[in-house]
Each structure stands twice: as structure tokens, then as C-alpha cells.
């Protein structure tokens, strides 16, 4: 059975948003190889539209290699997008999910491969609702951001949490892995 892995960045305060944290080149290149760890990815259609930002990347690269590489990764790893209003989209390696979130993801981690991620503030309170993810990677930022969506607003339970391992990059930033217990 595979491993359902949350993945997100937030602010000390416990804000998820794009535009708040600061991600470096060691960041860009500890979520490149965590892309290589996975079969595929899981989007909300909020997260799949601001995902979509790597894209031009692979036609006109940057000059910051840890960048290119990540849209690299990004490019290629499979997307299953959960969206009430998109019907198609464009980026190649993805598809809308034609299952409601609890039913795709049973599938999908009863089928052998890898690891598979989520990266979607929505689609993490819903999975951790429904009980169905296997472990939380949230790379802390040192920032305040003061403002904007919580990651765990809406949780329903009281949810008890063993930390595994920490990774601290050298720019502050500390990713917290956690267990469900």
C-alpha cells in the first residue's frame, strides 16, 4: 500500500500562502527530490492554477538551476486535479480526478508504486478529515505572515501528531515530519 504524504509550506503563525514564505535554492531543491519520490501528485484546482507559474520555465528556463530543475520535476510527475468547475486542463501530465476525493485516493493507495503527495491546502484538510493521510511534511518558514488562510482551520478532531525527523535549511526554514497517530 502506498503512503499518502502532505507536503506544504506555512508561516510560523500557521498561514499558508504562496507569497508569504521564502524559498531559496535549497528549498526549490529538497521538493525536487521529494517529486522524485512520488508517483503522482494531488491539486485543488486553486493550487493546480498557481502550480501552472513552472510551466514557461521549461520553455525559457531561469538562470537559477534549483528552479529549472524543480519545474523540471513538476512537469513530469503525474497531477490529478479535484475541481467542481474545471473540466479539462492543458498541462499534459495532468487530469481531472473523475472520482470524489475519499474514492480516488482509496484506489489510488491500494495500487502498488510510490509514494503518492499532496500539495493543496484544501485537499489536506479534507484528506485529514477523512483520516486518510499517512504522514505531514510542513516546512515551517520564519515569518509571521499576520494574515490569510490557516492551514488547519477546519479540521474536525482533535488530531494527535508524532514527529519523525526535522530538516533545517540553512535559510531558517524547518520541515517538520509528522505521523498521524
Not at 528552479?67 to 513530469?76: G, P, Q, T, W
Not at 484544501?122 to 499517512?134: A, F, V
Request: with cysteine; glycine share 6%; net charge positive.
Amino acid at each position: 500500500m502506498r503512503k499518502l504524504i502532505a507536503a506544504i509550506n506555512m508561516t510560523v503563525d500557521g498561514i499558508c500562502d504562496h507569497t508569504a514564505g521564502i524559498p531559496d535554492e535549497e528549498i526549490h531543491q529538497h521538493y525536487t527530490e521529494l517529486l522524485g519520490q512520488g508517483d503522482l501528485i494531488l491539486y485543488g484546482r486553486k493550487t493546480y492554477k498557481l502550480m501552472e507559474f513552472w510551466r514557461p520555465f521549461l520553455e525559457t528556463p531561469s538562470e537559477v538551476k534549483s528552479m529549472n530543475d524543480f519545474a523540471l520535476a513538476i512537469d513530469k510527475i503525474p497531477k490529478i486535479v479535484f475541481s467542481h468547475t474545471l473540466k479539462s486542463v492543458e498541462w499534459k501530465s495532468a487530469t481531472v480526478a473523475n472520482r470524489n476525493l475519499k474514492e480516488e485516493v482509496e484506489v489510488l493507495k491500494q495500487q502498488a508504486g510510490k509514494d503518492i503527495l499532496v500539495g493543496s491546502r484544501s485537499l489536506i484538510i479534507q484528506l485529514m478529515n477523512l483520516n486518510l493521510i499517512d504522514e505531514c511534511q510542513l516546512c515551517i518558514y520564519p515569518v509571521i505572515a499576520a494574515k490569510g488562510l490557516a492551514l488547519f482551520e477546519d479540521i474536525k478532531e482533535r488530531t494527535i501528531l508524532k514527529l519523525i525527523k526535522t530538516k533545517t535549511f540553512k535559510g531558517g526554514a524547518v520541515i517538520h515530519y509528522y505521523k498521524p497517530k
